[in-house]
């Protein structure tokens, strides 16, 4: 069975600082893929980034960084330059190797301060 | 450009009625979900489908049911609602490579009363 953790409840950061927020997985499967979801007060899951099990570099979108520690078993997403539009839930998630079905963690909620 | 589409948008159910949530999707996806999201928690997998006609249980799928006649729609059944079926649903969809994103709906506040 697979398992994400997400061990930061909430976190504050200061507008423009960078932040990281932590995602330990746990799984059997050789093959996997981890993923950050945002969820605004709005509701909707928007999709941030993804890191394949086999990827070398750790994948970047925009402002959006996942520094992936596959020894470790930690998929941390890195926010840089925070805005105050950042602001939201944040969710680890992860496939396996039997499909693109997801297990997600309990969330982070980040607040970012002007 | 719709994406995935799920209506209604808010319910509120009464102890024992039944209810289906719909989903469509216009992307051609063959992979479709359904999660469910309680307060304060992530998402939990209830039913999932790879194809017209296949469908499979989740982590939590006692109380549903689901269909998948066509590629476009997967509909959510709730037989005989409970309390604890109070929760936010999403539908999301992905393509059939491994790995790829799944693209959500806006969910359906569905509150059992």
């Known amino acids: 069975a697979q398992k994400i953790t997400q061990t930061q409840p909430g976190m504050f950061v200061q507008e423009k600082e960078a932040v990281t927020l932590d995602c330990t997985y746990d799984?059997?499967?050789?093959?996997?893929?981890l993923f950050w979801y945002k969820q605004p007060s709005s509701g909707e899951m928007i999709f941030l980034i993804y890191q394949g099990s086999y990827d070398e570099q750790n994948a970047t979108e925009g402002r959006y960084s996942l520094n992936f520690q596959k020894a470790r078993k930690s998929a941390n997403l890195v926010i840089s330059a925070s805005q105050l539009g950042d602001s939201a839930m944040y969710f680890c998630?992860?496939?396996?190797?039997?499909?693109?079905?997801?297990?997600f963690g309990g969330g982070t909620r980040l607040m970012v301060k002007p | 450009n719709a994406g995935v589409t799920q209506t209604p948008k808010f319910r509120i159910l009464k102890i024992g009625q039944s209810m289906t949530l719909q989903c469509t999707q216009d992307m051609n996806h063959n992979y479709m979900y359904w999660y469910r999201q309680d307060p304060g928690m992530g998402l939990k997998l209830i039913y999932y489908?790879?194809?017209?006609?296949?469908?499979d249980k989740g982590e939590v799928p006692n109380g549903y049911n689901v269909s998948r006649s066509t590629t476009e729609d997967f509909p959510l059944r709730l037989e005989l609602a409970a309390p604890s079926q109070t929760s936010v649903y999403f539908c999301?969809?992905?393509?059939?490579?491994?790995?790829?994103?799944?693209?959500f709906g806006q969910g359906t506040r569905l509150t059992v009363v």
């Open positions: 998630a992860m496939s396996s190797n039997a499909g693109n079905m997801l297990t």
């Open positions: 799984t059997s499967d050789q093959s996997y893929g």
């Open positions: 489908s790879v194809g017209a006609g296949i469908t």
């Open positions: 999301a969809s992905s393509s059939q490579g491994k790995n790829t994103e799944a693209f």
